[in-house]
């Protein structure tokens, strides 16, 4: 178990609270895929929370060139920080690309994988809610399983996605795009598994 100083106890809130922030981002998403009204206005939020992560993420940096004696390895703090900012700077990605694509109408396939980062995200929130108690640690390592489970289901939509793209169009344009924005978003649930797995291995070697 931990042995923390409350000084040190900053770095599981400045987690959680990006974890919470690349959560807010992939539901932003969904609802935008899902709910294709007021584009602009949805984007727009996409880019105040990717704006959110940065300042947190930087706030983490900030304080681990600041601390001298950190609760986990320097390295996993440096993962986790950049990691979780890059799962929201994905989601702000795919949601600028679609007004730039001119996207009119969303395929199923995208709001599926959406869905899946929602999952994946919101299992992360749990799992540093609790990452500071590792008599937990059988808990916080059910919501990295749950994680694996999303990026599973995601790499299962995006073959299924580039199947039917590739029967549906001929059109290189169309099919350039949506692969790439298929990408964009399945790539984001791979993001949210190495998060996990750090996790896990915190949990090892503290646990």
Not at 76 to 90: F, P, Q, R, V
């Amino acid at each position: 178990m931990f042995s923390l100083m409350p000084r040190e106890k900053v770095f599981f809130e400045l987690f959680t609270k990006s974890a919470a922030n690349a959560h807010e981002a992939a539901k932003a998403l969904a609802d935008l895929l899902d709910d294709f009204t007021d584009v602009s206005a949805k984007v727009q939020r996409l880019k105040d929370l990717e704006h959110a992560g940065d300042k947190i993420t930087h706030e983490i940096f900030d304080r681990l060139a600041k601390t001298f004696i950190t609760p986990l390895d320097r390295e996993d703090i440096h993962k986790i920080a950049s990691e979780l900012d890059n799962i929201t700077d994905m989601a702000d990605s795919a949601a600028c690309r679609i007004g730039l694509y001119h996207v009119t109408e969303p395929t199923e396939d995208i709001r599926l994988l959406a869905r899946c980062l929602v999952r994946g995200t919101g299992s992360l929130v749990e799992a540093f809610r609790l990452i500071d108690n590792m008599k937990r640690s059988e808990e916080i390592l059910k919501h990295c399983i749950e994680v694996h489970t999303q990026e599973n289901e995601a790499d299962r939509v995006n073959h299924h996605a580039l199947a039917a793209l590739f029967e549906r169009h001929t059109d290189a344009a169309e099919i350039i795009k949506w692969k790439d924005l298929y990408h964009i978003v399945e790539t984001a649930t791979d993001v949210c598994e190495d998060v996990a797995n750090v996790i896990h291995n915190v949990v090892v070697k503290n646990a």
